[in-house]
Structures are given as C-alpha cells and as structure tokens.
C-alpha cells in the first residue's frame, strides 16, 4: 500500500448523536500524526461532486458536543452505479486524497466495500448508527444516546399515563432491528416490548394485555418497535382498539427525536476511541475493515462482515421483559 499523506472522512446514511465527536478524533489524531485530513460533504454524494473541505484542529473544535454532523449527510443512488463510483475515485484522485475513513451504517459500508473492490482504495469504517446493528462492536456510535432520549421521553410519558390510568403505545425506532426496543422496554418497566427479531401474533398482544388490564395496574405501556410485524403503534392499536374499547388508549411515535441532541458522555468516549482506531489502523496498514470496541478492547472486522451479517439482540435480555411485565 503506498504511502498514506492525506485522508478523507465522511459522514453517510442516517446521522447519529456522536459523528461530529468521531470526526474530531479522526481530524486531530490524523495531525497528530502529521497527515492532512479533508472533509467530504454529503457522503458519497459530495464525493461524486467534488464537495471537499479541508480539517484543521481549529475546524473541528467545539463540535464534540453536538449532534447531527457538521459534514452533512445524504444517501447516494448515483453511487450505486458503476459511473457514479468513477466520478468519486476521479475527485478522490484529484484532491490528492490516499486513504477514507467513512462513519456510518450497513449502507455506508457496503458501498465503502464496492468502491474499495473496483479501485483498491484503502478505506476504514466506523459504525455511527443508532440502531446498533452491525456485527464486530458491542455498541455503534449513537445508540446509547437515542436509548437514553427515548428513555426521557417514555418516563415523561409513564408519568401522564399513571395520571389517568391510561393503556400507551409507544413506537420508537428500529426498522430491521429491536434493540432501541428491548432495552428501553426494559429500563422503563414496560408491561409488553415487540420486536422485528420476534414474531408478534395480535392475538396474543391481546390476550397479556388482557391479563395485564385484569391486575388493575395504574397505566400500562407498550413498547413497539417501529420495523414490528404489526405494522408499528399506530396500526397496532388499530387493531386493539374494538377489544380494548373501555380503555383509554394513546398512541406515541417518538421518531426523530431519537436522532437528535448531544451525546452522552458514553457516545463522545466511544467516537472518540474508534476515531483514534480508525487512524490507527490505516497507519499499521489495514484496509476495508472496521473499528469497533468488543468487551472494551479496539477489534477490527472485514467491512463485509459489518453490513452482510446481521447483529442478534441479547435474547437472555429479551427473556427479562417477560418476568418482569
């Protein structure tokens, strides 16, 4: 592998409380080790435009607490095609840049694979996703904030439901994936937790809220995941709603609330290691892998491995929520 002088970092799928955080750290270790590092705005996007700017320590300052992603983020279908790709190399191949270091999800990788297969270019990945799904790192930047403002959000909501004795349904996000779910479920004591990972027959929703109802609890709260097989809160309760008639039912989408706010103190630590790795790595000459953290130790994974192998959800955890609805 030739010699690595300046490296490109970018944000790309959906954002994740945490990336400005990783950013800095791939910035300021990269000129800690005397490389140049220029941003590329707008993911793969800003790559086929040119849309380049370069890093300074100063550029990234004050930004480790903050969400979103100073670099912007967008989704790509131009670079999913064989031109589009080569418009990406060519402006990389311009800007005098040897090496990437892409912070994002499945998609961000599986297109980081592509590109590093037909160019050979050296690429590291870093998982930023609040869904939490990617193989080879026990948390991925984000999700321990989104799991946290959910949180916040479903206790504020316990509190009105204890008021009025009121049956919630609560949706938060996880389209293919229920850790979101199952931990907030957990941590906020929810009556009933559903999942993409498991099947969820309506009949059998209706008969524990049934018996649930029956302890004469002071509010109930369901927790659903948004990729559910029910089809999310809003249908879920669609399809209660004639069998639970003498109840008072709402319904509560947390959405993209969950994306946003300052990281946690546990988000910011975790970037800032994975940053440092991701520069690392390249130093010592790996390629087309990612960083991530396993039982608190740096482990780097193929970046295939990352998007192409699905992360399973603890289901020891998942066993909780049944003994202590």
């Known amino acids: 592998m030739k010699t690595i002088k300046k490296i490109g970092v970018f944000t790309s799928g959906g954002d994740s409380p945490g990336m400005n955080a990783a950013v800095r750290a791939v910035t300021r270790a990269a000129l800690f ?8 705005r707008y993911g793969y996007q800003g790559m086929i435009e040119g849309d380049f700017v370069e890093l300074s ?19 790509s279908s131009e670079f999913m095609t064989p031109d589009g790709r080569e418009k990406a190399a060519r402006n990389l191949a ?48 984000g999700y321990d904030t989104a799991l946290n403002t959910a949180l916040d959000a479903i206790d504020k909501i316990r509190d009105t439901a204890d008021a ?26 929810a009556e009933l937790t559903l999942l993409p990972e498991t099947l969820t027959r309506v009949q059998e929703v209706k008969e524990n809220l049934t018996k649930i109802l029956e302890n004469k609890k002071r509010s ?6 948004e990729g559910d097989e029910t089809g999310g809160a809003i249908n879920l309760s669609q399809q209660l709603k004639q069998d639970f008639e003498e109840y008072d039912m709402r319904v509560c989408v947390l ?5 946003g706010g300052n990281p946690t103190a546990r988000d910011r630590v975790l970037a800032s290691r994975l ?19 396993v039982n608190n130790n740096i482990k ?18 998942l066993e909780l929520t049944k003994v202590l609805k």
């Open 57 to 75: 320590r100063t550029s990234v300052s004050n930004i480790i607490q903050r969400g979103g992603t100073i670099l912007k983020s967008a989704r």
């Open 94 to 141: 311009k800007h005098g840049i040897d090496a990437l270091i892409a912070i994002g999800g499945d998609g961000t990788f599986k297109g980081a694979t592509i590109l590093n297969d037909e160019y050979k270019f050296p690429i590291i990945g870093i998982p930023g996703t609040i869904d939490n799904d990617l193989s080879g790192t026990d948390e991925t930047i």
């Open 300 to 317: 780097l994974t193929p970046l295939k491995s990352g998007w192409g192998k699905k992360k399973s959800i603890q289901y020891e955890i």
């Open 33 to 40: 080790r005397d490389l140049s590092v220029t941003g590329i």
């Open 164 to 189: 009025h004795e009121r049956l919630f349904i609560v949706e938060v996000m996880g389209r293919d994936a229920g850790f979101i779910a199952l931990e907030t479920g957990i941590a906020c004591g």
């Open 255 to 259: 959405g993209h609330i969950q994306r």
């Open 275 to 293: 940053g440092v790795a991701a520069v690392n790595a390249l130093f010592d000459g790996h390629v087309n892998v990612m960083v991530g953290v």
């Open 220 to 225: 109930t709260l369901v927790i659903v995941a």
